[in-house]
């Protein structure tokens, strides 16, 4: 059964940093396109950041040039590298997998910026 873990939510201030984590427990992990989507309170999930299983990125113009989505093939892990965090990315952050009609979520993880 594919499995998706994702870790790294935190409370940080803002400017700050994080760097989110995706491990997924799944054969051919390469085959896979991987998104980060995000959900706040009374908020619709939303695409965050997208790579395709050839290494192909895209962002929501909200996180463009803060983020940067990427991933390990061999670690079967997805990362999202969140700089510049404002009060506005506060989020449950959750990662997706998706292969044909397979699409793989998470439980996802808590980020808060605040001072």
């Known amino acids: 059964q594919v499995q998706v873990v994702e870790s790294g939510g935190d409370l940080v201030q803002p400017g700050g940093s994080l760097r989110l984590s995706c491990a997924a427990s799944v054969s051919f992990f390469r085959l896979y396109d991987m998104g980060w989507y995000r959900q706040a309170p009374g908020n619709q999930r939303e695409l965050v950041a997208k790579?395709?299983?050839?290494?192909?990125?895209d962002y929501a113009n909200s996180v463009k040039g803060r983020f940067t989505i990427s991933r390990d093939n061999a670690k079967n892990t997805g990362y999202l590298q969140m700089n510049s965090l404002k009060p506005e990315d506060t989020a449950v952050y959750y990662c997706n997998l998706e292969f044909v009609s397979r699409s793989v979520w998470g439980q996802g993880t808590q980020v808060t910026v605040s001072s």
């Open positions: 790579i395709t299983s050839g290494g192909l990125p």
